[in-house]
């Protein structure tokens, strides 16, 4: 009769016993057990205590002995013990005895049968045991993990701009990790960004993919990519980051600065609902696209829908958690139900009447996935274009450049000078104005002043293009020629002084010609002059009109 | 690629985006741009979110696309302007002749 634990590895065993005979024989026929080994047989010293290293935690001990050993009610209460003796047991001892006894008078077959038992209920305690242990250390160990992964999400999500004022967001992961995301960002022209998305399941599996989105879209928010780009982006990163059964059903918009123009991108979320404030459904904003992560990249569209939003109109944005909600009858909540909510709720006061009529709807149920729901009011964002900083680290400079024939001919002069000085602090946040008066007057040195250009013919049809087209080739067909680029920076007063001069023709410039050409609003050449003047301070032309001087305040802000 | 341009299926948004610079060096393909603007008057938003840079020729060829398509659109919106682009405009009176965000 092959008992279970005699197939696996033979247990080992701890004997004390009193030396009798009667233990002697015992220990013979337990030795001849295939399923167990005798690791150690030792003589019961005085007081079982003293041997307290010897039992082990969960060591098998057997103890064997003609009459009770007195010691044994030292022994801790454990299950691992077997007591073996000839002697009748009162029931004191019995009752005191935590461990199991086999009295002498069995017979070997007996023995060897509730020996292989107890070995085999010694193996099944020591592997729940070890079960538990490992249980324990697991928890423990996601515990630590789910620490630090909250931390990294907390982190991740520290620029997300949920508090701006004009949006009320209700966001309930199903689990501790969200596979929902909702992420609000300002653009450094004033419009605000907004996302809603969810990838497919919950927990943390899809809340990773939302790392590299949320990361991908904040610093595209910084940078004030339009929602195209940001949807290609996004949709890059996912397809090559996600397995196959994995994507990521999102609806971007971009609330313009003033609140009267929404563009957006839908792949695969419900419809965002366009509202007025007396609660009427304008607009349902339906998916055209695939969510993300699915299509490779040639074949993605980003095509974006532009819509005019009235003043006192909202927009609600929200997962399919939202309307697929369940309540406690098994039933979903609905498009329509959402709808009607928004219809009898549509005033920013009112939002916590609405979140209540969703928990009631729920009742006791719970949360079967990610549930967000954001309510954006299109109004003015009253988000200040970000203006550069640049009173950091500044001192005085002075650049100088002679330009030829060569250089001109070959070189975006403007462009290249304004990119490399344009980093300097005192000129980052001026770059652009830097950029069109040093465009104004190098042009006018070199199309007037080298060239021999009119700018009369940009006045005919398509004339724009013919003087462009008679600028190039003017330009490649210049023998001798120099311009000269002195830019100065005064510290001090925080100007910046361009100077730039040319061995051309003599130019005159004429004050009543920029008058004139300034009351047209509509003329589409000569503006440049009149900008000129406009921004330029201490403007004035020596040299018969060769050299022009004049210089830019940079307090002024950009 | 400089200048793109995305008309939406409806027909109703045309959108003229210039990248990096806005001068004569994009003339053509900014005509280009606004040649085609099909049968629904489109609104033609001319998105500047990317123009780091631009002279008075932008100018003159904004004021030129005006000219030629005004009766054949809606509006002409120039929008997502930085600050400087924006006073710029309006120093220019642009704000007068098309609407700018």
């Known amino acids: 009769m092959a008992s279970q634990a005699s197939e696996t590895t033979p247990l080992e065993l701890v004997i004390f016993h009193d030396d009798s005979r009667f233990a002697h024989d015992s220990i013979d026929l337990l030795a001849g057990f295939p399923f167990l080994i005798v690791k150690e047989s030792l003589g019961l010293p005085a007081t079982i205590a003293a041997t307290k290293n010897k039992l082990k935690k969960r060591r098998p001990t057997v103890i064997i002995g003609r009459e009770v050993p007195s010691q044994v009610k030292e022994l801790p209460t454990s299950s691992h013990l077997l007591l073996i003796t000839q002697a009748e047991l009162s029931e004191q001892v019995l009752n005191a005895w935590q461990g199991d006894v086999l009295m002498g008078d069995c017979s070997p077959a007996m023995v060897r049968k509730r020996l292989s038992l107890w070995c085999a209920s010694h193996r099944v305690e020591n592997q729940l045991a070890s079960f538990e242990e490992s249980l324990s250390w697991y928890m423990q160990r996601i515990e630590r993990e789910h620490e630090l992964i909250e931390h990294i999400f907390r982190n991740a999500m520290s620029r997300n701009y949920l508090d701006y004022p004009h949006i009320r967001t209700l966001l309930a992961p199903a689990e501790k990790f969200n596979g929902d995301l909702c992420l609000v960002a300002p653009s450094p022209t004033g419009s605000l960004y907004v996302m809603m998305a969810d990838f497919t399941g919950h927990g943390l599996a899809p809340a990773t993919g939302a790392l590299p989105v949320s990361q991908a879209f904040f610093a595209m928010s910084e940078r004030n990519v339009s929602i195209a780009e940001m949807v290609t982006e996004f949709n890059f990163r996912l397809s090559r980051l996600l397995p196959d059964n994995m994507f990521c059903a999102c609806f971007l918009m971009e609330l313009s600065a003033n609140g009267e123009r929404i563009t957006y991108w839908n792949g695969g979320m419900p419809p965002a609902l366009v509202f007025g404030s007396d609660g009427e459904i304008k607009h349902r904003l339906t998916a055209k696209h695939m969510a993300l992560g699915i299509v490779p990249t040639a074949d993605f569209e980003s095509d974006v829908t532009t819509l005019k939003v009235g003043s006192g109109d909202s927009i609600a944005l929200y997962t399919d958690g939202v309307i697929e909600l369940l309540s406690q009858q098994r039933e979903f909540l609905g498009l329509d139900a959402l709808e009607d909510l928004l219809r009898r709720y549509p005033e920013r006061e009112r939002f916590t009447d609405l979140l209540s009529e969703l928990e009631h709807f729920r009742g006791e149920e719970p949360l079967r996935d990610d549930l967000s729901l954001a309510i954006l009011e299109c109004r003015e964002t009253g988000l200040e274009p970000r203006r550069e900083e640049s009173n950091r680290d500044i001192f005085p400079f002075h650049f100088s450049t002679t330009l030829s024939r060569r250089e001109l001919q070959q070189t975006d002069v403007v462009s290249t000078l304004v990119s490399a000085l344009g980093r300097l602090p005192p000129l980052t946040a001026h770059r652009t104005t830097i950029y069109l008066l040093l465009a104004e007057v190098f042009n006018n040195a070199l199309e007037h002043g080298l060239l021999g250009l009119e700018s009369a013919i940009k006045a005919q049809d398509q004339g724009f293009e013919t003087y462009y087209e008679l600028r190039q080739e003017k330009l490649s067909q210049l023998e001798d020629g120099q311009i000269t680029i002195q830019l100065t920076y005064f510290s001090e007063a925080n100007q910046l002084q361009f100077e730039v001069e040319n061995n051309g023709a003599a130019w005159r410039f004429s004050s009543e010609a920029i008058d004139a050409e300034a009351t047209d609003d509509e003329q589409a050449y000569g503006r440049g002059l009149a900008l000129l003047m406009q921004l330029a301070d201490n403007l004035e032309w020596s040299s018969d009109g060769r050299k022009v001087r004049f210089r830019y305040d940079l307090s002024q802000l950009g | ?101």
């Open chain 2, 1 to 101: 690629m400089s200048v793109t341009r995305h008309l939406s299926s409806d027909g109703k948004e045309l959108t003229i985006s210039i990248h990096g610079k806005f001068d004569f060096g994009v003339v053509h393909e900014f005509r280009r741009a606004y040649s085609s603007l099909g049968d629904e008057k489109p609104v033609v938003y001319i998105d500047l979110r990317n123009t780091e840079y631009l002279d008075s020729s932008a100018l003159g060829m904004l004021l030129n696309m005006r000219k030629a398509i005004i009766n054949q659109v809606e509006s002409v919106a120039i929008i997502n302007t930085n600050p400087q682009v924006k006073s710029i405009l309006e120093i220019s009176r642009f704000d007068k002749l098309f609407k700018i965000e």
